[in-house]
């Protein structure tokens, strides 16, 4: 047995392991994402049964085996219920976990990310704001925590800070109405959608899931992530594509 580690964690995916385990994929604090052996949690009186699921936020016990980490102990803090009484709220729920996954690492600091992903669920679980709303307000503040903020403060092309109108992800940020901007990507976006873009990227993680967008500035929002997200992380998410079916 190597030492224990205490450490809170959200679970981002599990898998039974034969008859009784559970192999799970840990997002932490200390320790960044780790992959977690639990040993017979799938029996009904197992202690830790409600902390090894798919959103389950807690303080667990760990310690570094030969191949992965092993879980000793395990106490709840948060399961998130409410996302799991609504299929669209739960599908937006798993598109956060399969995000986490993706772009974190073991021996990562997760600190700022991991502080987002729960006032995320927060907010949806609470239902605090629509979760079409809270996902891409996530977006916009993990993508910038992992370095790839757009540049909001003017234009992008000529930093004119007058009459910006336009959003461009081949650029990376906001363009003014100059027509001769040779940019064939850029989104025209109102001043709703341009305040709330700016906002999000400038104030603390606790207070920006605290608004509510117009129809049509969501939409905005919605096309520039579609297009930043997969453009910079060079991934497309499958859970995205199955909420389409929804």
Wanted: with cysteine; aromatic share 10%.
């Amino acid at each position: 047995m190597g030492n224990q580690i205490k450490t809170k964690a959200i679970v981002l995916h599990e898998m039974p392991i034969g008859d009784y385990d559970k192999r799970l994929v840990l997002l932490t604090k200390e320790l960044g994402k780790i992959t977690v052996f639990v040993k017979g949690v799938r029996r009904s009186n197992s202690k830790m049964l409600s902390c090894a699921q798919v959103f389950a936020y807690g303080d667990f016990i760990v310690s570094k085996g030969k191949n992965c980490y092993n879980v000793y102990e395990a106490q709840l803090i948060e399961y998130f219920h409410g996302l799991r009484m609504d299929m669209e709220d739960l599908t937006y729920g798993m598109y956060l976990m399969e995000f986490m996954a993706y772009t974190t690492h073991e021996d990562m600091d997760n600190v700022d990310l991991m502080h987002l992903l729960l006032y995320a669920l927060n907010a949806i679980n609470h239902k605090r704001m629509s979760a079409r709303l809270a996902i891409r307000i996530f977006e916009l503040k993990a993508m910038s925590i992992l370095g790839y903020t757009p540049w909001v403060n003017d234009c992008a092309i000529c930093h004119d800070d007058k009459n910006i109108v336009f959003f461009s992800t081949q650029i990376g940020g906001l363009l003014c109405h100059d027509k001769n901007h040779p940019v064939k990507d850029k989104i025209k976006i109102n001043e709703a959608t341009l305040y709330a873009i700016r906002y999000i990227l400038s104030k603390p993680m606790k207070d920006i899931f605290s608004f509510e967008l117009e129809q049509e500035s969501l939409i905005e929002l919605e096309f520039i992530m579609n297009q930043f997200v997969p453009l910079n992380l060079n991934k497309k998410f499958k859970t995205l594509d199955f909420l389409l079916t929804l």
